[in-house]
């Protein structure tokens, strides 16, 4: 066996051992394909209010920009499926990515140790890890790597467990033997598309990041304009239609990560409840959690924005 073939399994087998459900592998260069259609998508303003995007676009484009020597990109996915409904249909909902501890910290803390057991294991090798944190086209290299491929609602999708995961990378100076980049099993299916409360997916394959109810109540700083009003489906925090309703997410396993399971008080919410949300009981029901990013005022806002006529 060829040093980099072996090298790969090793990296392969800690992924799995330290929780991660796919790793595959692909080589660290610049992303002309994706190029055109990232300026293409700045150009429409299909990012909306979010102007970090239009920042580091080189760097999003070339992996070789964010590591000195990067010759391979290691794409994770981490499960983070939850087959319960804790909000009943007519309850404000979260998304189930917003369950538990924050995934930025659980699956940084894992990267790391992958990291140092290539380190330890392989020897001196030079990387960082990512966790939608940084200027990485992370679906341009889940499907490169052969994670799965790109669904009309822009989510990779893995063939036989869907689509409820969270993407990382490491990005490091090994060479590795690299995957073949999967194939979109999309066919004519439009459920996402027919699916979506505001329209989002203008077109199979393209979002507008402007119209989605995830950018509306967590990236937006300002007021959520009035023509969205009734459009929302109770969604507070993020949304899942487009995956709820994804064919392929019936092969979705449950996550088994016991940091992501929601907090029983979570679980309790109901509209009076959030309706009488105070700052401190925000604070003590989503400490660790990735809701914190809104704030307390923004949730609120998010709240307000459904309940009040």
């Not at 580091?56 to 000195?68: A, H, I, M, N, S």
């Not at 992501?260 to 925000?282: G, H, I, N, R, Y």
Request: charged share 25%; proline share 5%.
């Amino acid at each position: 066996m060829l040093p980099k073939q072996h090298y790969t399994q090793l990296i392969k087998q800690e992924a799995l051992r330290l929780g991660f459900s796919f790793c595959g592998m692909s080589k660290a260069q610049f992303l002309e394909e994706e190029a055109p259609k990232l300026e293409a998508w700045l150009n429409q303003n299909r990012h909306g209010k979010m102007q970090y995007m239009e920042n580091y676009f080189d760097k999003r484009l070339d992996p070789t920009k964010l590591v000195e020597g990067a010759k391979s990109v290691v794409s994770l996915l981490y499960n983070y499926y939850n087959p319960s409904e804790i909000f009943e249909p007519d309850e404000l909902k979260i998304s189930k990515y917003a369950y538990g501890v924050d995934y930025h910290v659980v699956i940084k803390e894992k990267l790391k140790e992958l990291l140092l057991f290539i380190n330890e294991t392989i020897g001196e090798v030079s990387g960082r890890v990512f966790v939608d944190s940084a200027p990485v086209l992370e679906k341009a290299w889940a499907v490169k790597s052969g994670l799965g491929w790109m669904g009309k609602n822009a989510n990779i999708i893995n063939k036989g467990s869907g689509s409820f995961y969270f993407l990382s990378e490491l990005i490091i100076d090994l060479d590795l033997e690299y995957d073949s980049a999967a194939t979109d099993h999309c066919g004519t299916c439009t459920a996402c598309l027919d699916a979506c409360p505001t329209d989002a997916i203008v077109a199979p394959y393209q979002v507008d990041g402007s119209r989605c109810i995830s950018y509306f109540t967590i990236e937006l700083k300002e007021a959520i304009p009035q023509h969205m009003k009734g459009k929302f489906d109770n969604w507070i925090f993020g949304c899942d239609v487009c995956m709820d309703v994804c064919p392929w997410n019936r092969f979705s396993k449950p996550h088994r990560e016991p940091l992501f399971a929601p907090a029983d008080e979570l679980t309790k919410m109901k509209k009076q409840e959030w309706k009488e949300l105070t700052s401190e009981v925000f604070d003590k029901l989503f400490d660790g959690s990735p809701v914190k990013r809104t704030k307390y005022n923004g949730l609120k806002r998010n709240i307000d924005f459904i309940l009040k006529t």
